[in-house]
């Protein structure tokens, strides 16, 4: 039997009706007339089922079949054609008129359908027994089509003409909003192209926005910021949009980000999918004309679970109600383009369908059936319906557009490399919109013509990947944005990194509880008449001299910290001498005291003359900067005490302030006093250890250009002199009308201001009130949270000074440079005693547009695998190391071939995934490979790391991970290979051994290396004595080599040796 429709499939219950030489079957709705064709008495039937005349049974083999209609061309269309396309409850998909990556999907036909015409339509429908059609754009919803559909008895995924004015009517989805309290911007509608005008001249908004009330492909939208623009836009939408700007819409500009959050409906109920947002302007950095959409990913992160709760609330479900009210039910998908505002989210505008690109990154993530989502919505059962989005992974989408787009561009373009890009790798999709088939050719034929879709665990990986697979497409003019998603990965750094002061190896709390522990000891020494050191071989000063009458002697020492590695590493040693005064002046300028003098004191392993005259220099100009005398010093030259190249600086000075003068002036510090802040140079000369760990992570040079400065090398720009203030601020403090002055300095803002402030006050500051240079934006990028910014880095204030309001324009008058950048509150105990508002979004605006510059922060790390048989204490030295978020390496996975060791434990303890393979289930060693690899395998792992797995692994398991397969052996190889290392060291006689990362080769610890580390043999020492120090040498050696491998700058070659980069 041949059907006249093979796109239906076939159904368990049918009834059959003898009608002449052909056989009915009623098929749930429809009645399908087959021809009979008999054979031996039996009526053989084609394609999936048959018949038996003798019983009239009908012989169904498969379950219930339908077909689904898709209506548009677009890349949403075929986003939507491949998902409904893997439905098993559908025999087939029609795309009408669909394009050439619909053409190619499996189980999806193209099809010739005029839109427009709604009788075609149903006719089509009815020939071809479509059982639902599903309305990709907006403009045959705003037509009526779903009305027409629905009046023919055709399942409808889409809104009737009533309800779709939610998008095809700004003026009237507007006006809904305000009667159903759905929020959104202020607003007017206006006929008069000059009431409009009149209305802009009238208001006093931060901004306006000028849209055209109707359809207008997604281009009747001028966004504008002042008066004038505003005036020249209402003249562009009233006349460049046909009947669509015969009515115009006139709202406020809001701030915020601009999210889009989608819902299934089917007019009562709704399921929210995951935010996401799409990124519409040509040009990275949101820079360029309107489009289209560029790319898109979900979800996105910049709306939280209470928003999006909110949103669901006060938006979608409020709406969906409000039209059923209004008796225009909503069915199908609802978009609300929404702005999270500091008041929270309003609303854009709504679309009656799914979006585009939002679509190609939301649907990878559903995990339901998409069809049987589609006809809970239709059926209006939509709440017995259990629609999920995979919550572990993210989506991003990258749109390939003509050169010329989105003006005018040439068609008809040979696309290459699709094909390749999908090959092998699931997680990779290429979603067609302009494309179509020129005889075997893959051509363009539209403005956007491809979207690049990945899916990962990582948004950063995922978009990175995204954009690394389109850079393989090919055309003429093809162009597209790199910068997908950066706003997310760059906010997810700066709110939820864990990089910490800490993990540099600076604690600071424990330098707190030092700090405590020595202050009565210190305090012990103090004695009466202490004005000079003993003999006559220092300086001398004579503070009559200097014009004091009954001063205060104030003295300050201090360092310049790991910010030397920054010089000697750089080879940049003439402003290091500056910070090093400048940490000194600044600290006795704060209790109101002018530096008089100056000693410097400089060591190093051997004495290089041009360094360490450049490094003085240094100091002499900062001296001179501070207005105090350089009377002495000390050049220690001590062999073996430092590496070669390596120098360290201290610093002394005393100042001089009258005893009236002397600040802080604690008791008269009040709430409501006035904080005026003076501008940092940037780092000055604190946090460099960190600083320094995050330089090492980026794989960056410091004669590389700065990401946040390219005119600039990093080295340079780490390297500013930290500022000066004396000559500054001497004139203000010496008014009597400041009442304390702090020096953000180690510690930072949230450390150091409370060190002058009683304890019953806190302090506020607003960071918007003064520049946060854009290092401090590069760190933020990297991972360094707003909490740990604030209370290691200045921020951008060097210096803050307490002032009553009073007198606010007196000092101003003295500090032309000053800012007032906060002011005093009432503290609380608990609460803390330094309150930065804004400081996040200012840290997160800035590493935004340093995401591109910095490939680091997008390169996905390596996946690992650490396989184990014990106690795993160098899996736990690897944890560690890559705990913060600055590997290059992520362990994703731990295998042990024994059940209940610690290892176990300790990577359950991290978070990471593990399972337990034991080797005795298994008849061979060949058997217990292949299941490694298999798990290996399926967690995509590229690295492998042997910590303490105590089988021998097969030749064919060490040729299928060649490369990627690193072991630790304790000695220095290729001394001391095998069982009892450290015997064997001690039997001959060495002094010297230690541990050896290596690439596994099939002869045992023969494999190339990848880094050692030197353990010296004591005299006296036991084998155990032994064991324990060259452990401690594995846990730097292995994170070392997992490293070095992960970043690339070790790969194994051909031949087997390691190459270096």
């Given amino acids: 039997m041949y059907s006249r429709f093979p796109e239906v499939g076939c159904l368990k219950e049918c009834q059959i009706i003898p009608a002449g030489n052909s056989l009915l079957g009623r098929i749930g709705h429809r009645v399908v007339s087959t021809p009979v064709f008999t054979r031996r008495g039996h009526l053989w039937g084609g394609g999936k089922y048959a018949w038996d005349i003798s019983s009239f049974g009908f012989l169904w083999s498969n379950c219930k079949m339908s077909v689904v209609l898709v209506l548009g061309s677009g890349g949403r269309e075929h986003a939507l054609a491949t998902a409904l396309a893997s439905s098993p409850s559908l025999a087939s998909v029609l795309a009408a008129p669909g394009n050439a990556g619909t053409h190619s999907t499996p189980r999806v036909t193209n099809i010739a359908i005029n839109v427009k015409d709604h009788q075609s339509v149903v006719a089509t429908c009815r020939e071809r027994g479509v059982s639902v059609v599903v309305v990709g754009p907006e403009d045959p919803l705003a037509d009526g089509l779903a009305d027409s559909l629905n009046d023919a008895g055709i399942k409808v995924f889409g809104p009737s003409k009533g309800a779709a004015q939610i998008e095809s009517s700004k003026a009237w989805a507007k006006d809904f909003m305000q009667r159903h309290s759905v929020p959104t911007a202020r607003y007017r509608t206006f006929t008069s192209p000059a009431d409009a005008k009149e209305f802009i001249k009238s208001e006093s908004w931060c901004g306006y926005v000028v849209k055209a009330s109707g359809l207008a492909a997604g281009k009747g939208v001028v966004v504008t910021t002042s008066v004038a623009e505003a005036l020249e836009a209402v003249d562009t939408v009233s006349n460049s949009f046909g009947v669509a700007g015969d009515t115009l819409v006139v709202e406020e500009l809001l701030q915020g980000e601009e999210v889009s959050v989608l819902c299934f409906t089917d007019g009562t109920s709704i399921s929210v999918m995951p935010p996401a947002q799409d990124h519409k302007r040509l040009k990275e950095g949101d820079q360029g004309p309107n489009t289209g959409g560029m790319g898109a990913y979900c979800p996105c992160p910049l709306v939280t679970q209470q928003q999006l ?339 360290d600086l201290a610093g002394f000075t005393v100042g001089a302030v009258e005893k009236e003068n002397l600040l802080p002036r604690i008791s008269a510090i009040a709430d409501g006093d006035v904080l005026i802040g003076l501008a940092s140079s940037g780092l000055h000369s604190n946090g460099f250890s960190l600083v320094r760990r995050i330089v090492e992570a980026a794989n960056l040079s410091y004669s590389d250009p700065a990401p946040f400065c390219p005119s600039n090398t990093l080295g340079s720009e780490l390297l500013k002199p930290t500022r000066i203030y004396p000559k500054m601020l001497l004139a203000a403090l010496r008014s009597g009308l400041v009442k304390a002055a702090a020096h953000i300095t180690g510690g930072g803002l949230t450390e150091n201001l409370p060190r002058v402030l009683p304890e019953h006050l806190g302090a506020s500051l607003r960071a918007r009130r003064w520049t946060v240079q854009p290092v401090f934006q590069w760190l933020a990028a990297h991972g360094v949270s707003p909490s ?67 490939p680091s922060l997008t390169a996905p790390r390596r996946k690992v695998a650490v396989l184990i048989s014990g106690s795993g204490t160098n899996l736990q030295a690897l944890l560690d190391h890559t705990r913060s978020g600055l590997s290059s390496a992520q362990i994703v996975l731990v295998i042990s071939n024994v059940a209940g060791v610690k290892g176990l434990q300790r990577a359950q303890d991290a978070g990471v995934a593990t399972t337990v393979i034991p080797h005795k289930n298994y008849k061979s060693r060949l058997d217990f490979d292949a299941a490694l690899t298999k798990a290996l395998e399926e967690a995509d792992i590229e690295l492998i790391c042997l910590a303490g797995f105590m089988r021998i692994l097969t030749g064919e398991f060490v040729r299928r991970w060649r490369g990627r397969l690193l072991n630790i052996h304790p000695s220095l190889l290729p001394a001391f290979k ?45 084998e155990d004595e032994l064991v324990e120090r060259i452990k401690t040498a594995e846990h730097k050696a292995f994170p070392r080599a997992m490293e070095m491998v992960a970043r690339g700058k070790v790969r194994l070659g051909e031949d087997g040796k390691c190459i270096r980069t």
């Fill in 978 to 1022: 095998g069982m009892h290392a450290q015997r064997q060291a001690l039997e001959a006689g060495v002094t010297l051994t230690g541990c050896t990362v290596h690439f596994v080769s099939e002869e045992v610890d023969c494999g190339a290396v990848v880094t050692q580390e030197a353990v010296p043999v004591l005299v006296g020492d036991t």
């Fill in 788 to 854: 740990e910014m604030a209370r290691t880095f200045n921020c951008g204030l060097g210096m803050v000074l307490v002032v009553a309001p009073t007198d606010l324009d007196a000092v101003m008058k003295l500090l032309p440079e000053g800012q007032v950048v906060g002011a005093l509150r009432p503290h609380t105990q608990g609460s803390s005693r330094v309150v930065l508002e804004g400081l996040e979004d200012v840290l997160r605006e800035g590493a935004s547009s340093l995401v591109a510059k910095c």
């Fill in 309 to 647: 709760e909110t949103v669901r609330e006060t938006v979608l479900q409020r709406t969906v109600d409000g039209l059923r009210e209004e008796g225009i039910p909503f069915v199908g998908v609802l978009y609300a383009g929404l702005m999270m505002t500091s008041s929270g989210p309003k609303v854009l505008e709504f679309n009656c369908r799914f979006g585009d690109p939002e679509t190609q990154v939301i649907l990878p993530l559903l995990r339901s059936d998409l069809y049987e989502v589609v006809m809970g919505c239709v059926e209006r059962r939509l709440g017995n319906v259990d629609v999920k989005f995979d919550a572990e992974m993210s989506s991003v989408a990258v749109c390939l557009v003509s050169g010329g787009y989105p003006g005018s561009y040439p068609k008809g373009k040979v696309i290459t490399g699709v094909e390749d890009v999908t090959k092998d790798d699931a997680s990779v999709r290429v979603y067609h919109a302009g494309t179509k088939l020129d005889s075997d050719a893959l051509v363009t034929s539209g403005g956007r013509v491809l979207a690049v879709t990945v899916t990962d665990r990582s948004l950063a990986a995922a978009a990175a990947k995204a954009t690394g697979v389109a850079g393989k497409i090919h055309f003429d003019g093809v162009f597209y944005r790199k910068d997908i998603a950066a706003k997310a990965i760059t906010r997810n750094a700066v709110s939820q990194g864990g990089v910490t002061y800490k993990d540099s190896g600076v604690d600071i709390e424990a330098g707190d509880a030092l700090v405590a522990a020595i202050k009565d000891v210190a305090a012990a020494t103090s004695r009466s008449g202490v004005v000079g050191g003993l003999g006559s071989f220092g300086g001398l000063f004579d503070v009559k001299a200097a014009g004091y009458k009954d001063p205060l002697l104030v003295s300050g020492t201090d360092g310049v910290g790991t910010k030397l590695k920054v010089a000697q590493a750089a080879g940049i040693h003439g402003t290091v001498g500056q910070d090093l005064v400048a940490m000194c002046v600044n600290d006795v300028l704060v209790h109101g005291a002018e530096p008089l003098f100056y000693l410097d004191y400089f060591a190093t392993g051997k004495l290089e003359v041009g360094v360490a005259a450049s490094v003085v220099k240094g100091v002499a100009e900062g001296c001179s900067l501070a207005g105090c005398a350089l009377i002495g010093g000390e050049t220690a030259e001590m062999p073996g005490l430092y590496s070669p190249g390596e120098y």
